[in-house]
């Protein structure tokens, strides 16, 4: 009695911390803990393998370290890789021109459409809004084949536009954006509307400065899909492949290169944790506060 | 002049109607604009493609001919004369039943334990659940899973003495699904999950103030009370991604038991597609398959979107 009386007058306080018992963090940090290494040793153990020398690969029984560490691996990735008749640096180049356009300008596209099919009301919203969400579910093998055809009678086949122009258009970053966009409350974009203000203006200046967390997630999103483009069934010359078109296929030749296919994982694994730790830092840093509520 | 029935008055006419149509899209020419480049994208790469494909499931189509028009005997073969894809609905099924819902509920489960924390510990915390869908290793699971004494899996239960020999958990038929199901539900915590992430950020902080105020005790009444009533957007997208995930996995039992699978254990329904579209080349009787899937997550859609808009408002 006397505790929930004192429990009370703690949840008076309008601190948000007030009901909160230290009881309950403690117990939800440990079953996230523990729920993380299972999540993590998968992880865990494909990097210990990169750094494993080859004949340690197979021992017996298996060891959950590496005894004596070594990036030869990772040398022998390179080497493989710089075999090619193009040099390195084309591989480089190739990923970063795919990955930063088809990140830009999707994000880009997404988030304006999104914001048209979320807040305006127009003659064909409706079977737009239900064509995206069809998109996401009609999942058939036979579209790549279509795709494919599509991209030939555009002659786009083993040019840079094959890979980058059908990453653009995703259904899923608009699906995302806009069921995000449509939380903003009406007040808000009428008020801009009031002050003279054009859709364009509105779009980018009052709605999308308040969308950071979904934004971030979807940057995140689509440089993940960007970075993993493989390139192999679009493009067929040397020089238009991506780094991790390249490093997977160093990777399969077999047993003996068990230990680069380890090495080529980790090292395409990089650039999408990179991005994703810039872009989660963004999205926790977000306070809320939108000031009007409907 | 023509007569007009007395039903017909303060009715527009079709003429009219279209006028009234024109003029709105006239006046909506902003809407449309900043809609183009998506649609046009869009349009070429996405509804192209699918509106191409449709017709394929009533064809004969192996690629190399022109698809020939054999009406519904796909599907009548389909549901009557292939045993493995009637094995494989069932497959999916349990497969679906055991990974959708669990990881729908594990990914907000996370999301919101995790809003809960320091913001660095968000950060890592985050990354570590979301990291599987970012790099997900077959190939150490391969080595988990391995049959021989050299898996971590069997290693680990050998020395501690609750089992005598090797279990094979890639090919022994009492094991398949159970370690697939292990494994998807491992990297599931993927485009839902981030974004139920992204909504709980944008959760307004005076909101659980002004909730502290009005009397609400504990985490659970604050998230029954104020965080799914505002997180509405966000869970439909996490149902939609984990409907698609759960009902078309198929790579992870091809990468990790092998294709087919120990007496079709792990075949799904999309790895029934694969087989047929890729290994085979019947690309019409693979348009089939994935057209029954495609209805069937359609329909559940519709279902969990009736069941979310219920609760939402």
């Known amino acids: 009695m006397a505790q929930s009386m004192v429990n009370t007058e703690k949840l008076k306080a309008s601190n948000k911390q007030a009901g909160r018992k230290i009881g309950g963090t403690v117990a939800i940090l440990v079953f996230l803990i523990v729920l993380g290494l299972f999540m993590l040793f998968p992880i865990y153990l494909m990097i210990v393998m990169a750094i494993k020398p080859v004949e340690e690969l197979f021992i017996f029984p298996p060891k959950l370290h590496a005894i004596n560490p070594t990036l030869n691996n990772f040398k022998d990735m390179f080497e493989v890789m710089h075999q090619n008749r193009v040099p390195f640096s084309r591989y480089v180049f190739n990923s970063v021109l795919v990955t930063a356009t088809v990140t830009i300008l999707q994000c880009f596209f997404a988030s304006m459409a999104a914001f048209v099919l979320a807040k305006c009301k127009f003659p064909g919203n409706k079977i737009l809004n239900s064509i995206i969400v069809v998109a996401l579910l009609y999942q058939s093998n036979v579209i790549y084949i279509m795709q494919y055809i599509v991209m030939a009678k555009l002659h786009m086949i083993d040019t840079y536009w094959a890979l980058i122009l059908p990453a653009i258009a995703s259904p899923m970053g608009l699906f995302l954006m806009r069921q995000s966009i449509g939380q903003v409350p009406d007040a808000m974009i009428e008020a801009a509307k009031v002050d003279g203000a054009g859709l364009f203006r509105i779009c980018w200046q009052i709605v999308m400065p308040n969308q950071k967390p979904a934004l971030m997630t979807l940057i995140i999103f689509a440089f993940q899909a960007a970075w993993n483009i493989q390139s192999g069934t679009v493009v067929f010359q040397e020089q238009y492949k991506t780094l991790t078109t390249v490093a997977t296929q160093a990777a399969s030749a077999g047993l003996a290169r068990a230990g680069v296919a380890m090495a080529a994982q980790v090292f395409v694994f990089i650039p999408p944790i990179v991005v994703f730790m810039l872009a989660q830092r963004q999205v926790i840093e977000t306070m809320a506060h939108s000031g009007i509520k409907d | ?313």
């Open chain 2, 1 to 313: 002049m023509a007569k007009i029935a007395a039903e017909d008055i303060g009715k527009r006419t079709k003429q009219e109607e279209r006028r009234m149509m024109w003029h709105s899209v006239k006046q909506n020419k902003a809407c449309y604009l900043m809609l183009a480049p998506f649609m046009l994208f869009f349009l070429v790469f996405t509804i192209v493609p699918v509106v191409m494909s449709l017709p394929m499931g009533f064809t004969d189509f192996n690629m190399a001919q022109a698809p020939k028009f054999i009406g519904l005997s796909n599907y009548t073969t389909l549901f009557l004369s292939d045993k493995i894809f009637v094995k494989s609905i069932r497959v999916t099924i349990v497969f679906a039943l055991f990974t959708g819902p669990l990881s729908y509920v594990l990914c907000f489960l996370l999301a919101w334990l995790i809003n809960e924390l320091h913001p660095k510990l968000k950060t890592l915390f985050t990354l570590i659940f979301y990291a599987p869908s970012m790099a997900p290793v077959y190939t150490t699971w391969q080595m988990i899973f391995s049959g021989d004494m050299n898996g971590y899996a069997n290693s680990f239960l050998i020395n501690l003495g609750l089992a005598n020999s090797p279990i094979q958990w890639l090919t022994d038929a009492n094991y398949v699904l159970g370690v697939t199901i292990i494994v998807q539900l491992w990297i599931s915590l993927g485009a839902g999950f981030l974004a139920l992430r992204a909504g709980f950020q944008n959760i307004d902080r005076s909101m659980y103030e002004a909730g502290a105020i009005e009397g609400i005790r504990n985490r659970w009444q604050e998230l029954i009370y104020i965080v799914i009533p505002s997180m509405g957007p966000q869970l439909m997208f996490a149902a939609v991604m984990q409907i698609v995930s759960s009902f078309t996995a198929g790579t992870v039992a091809q990468n990790l038991v092998g294709f087919p699978s120990t007496d079709y254990k792990a075949h799904t329904i999309m790895t029934h597609a694969f087989d047929y579209g890729w290994v085979r080349y019947e690309m019409g009787y693979a348009s089939a398959i994935c057209m029954i899937l495609f209805v069937v997550m359609y329909l559940l859609n519709k279902l969990i979107s009736k069941v979310l808009s219920k609760y939402m408002d």
